[in-house]
């Protein structure tokens, strides 16, 4: 497993993400942890898309939605993909 964090801009503040590189026989997949604005643990999934493009998978909360793009693209910088 392959393992990055990044720091992403949600709203007025910068949150901690930490990513996980995970490999089946489903394809690749990136299992993600952070806090909510409450602090609390959260944890979701993107699932490679297109090309190079990840997306969240159904059911993430809301807000993951609006920085979704910037999530993909710290996937896409980080060449684990």
Do not use: C, H
Not at 40 to 56: H, Y
């Amino acid at each position: 497993m392959d393992r990055f964090v990044k720091e992403i801009a949600v709203g007025n503040e910068t949150r901690q993400f930490v990513f996980t590189r995970m490999e089946n026989v489903n394809g690749v997949k990136f299992f993600i942890t952070s806090k909510d604005e409450n602090k609390k643990d959260i944890s979701f999934s993107l699932i490679r898309a297109k090309e190079s493009n990840w997306k969240l998978t159904p059911g993430s909360l809301r807000w993951l939605y609006e920085i979704e793009s910037q999530l993909s693209e710290a996937i896409r910088d980080t060449r684990l993909s």
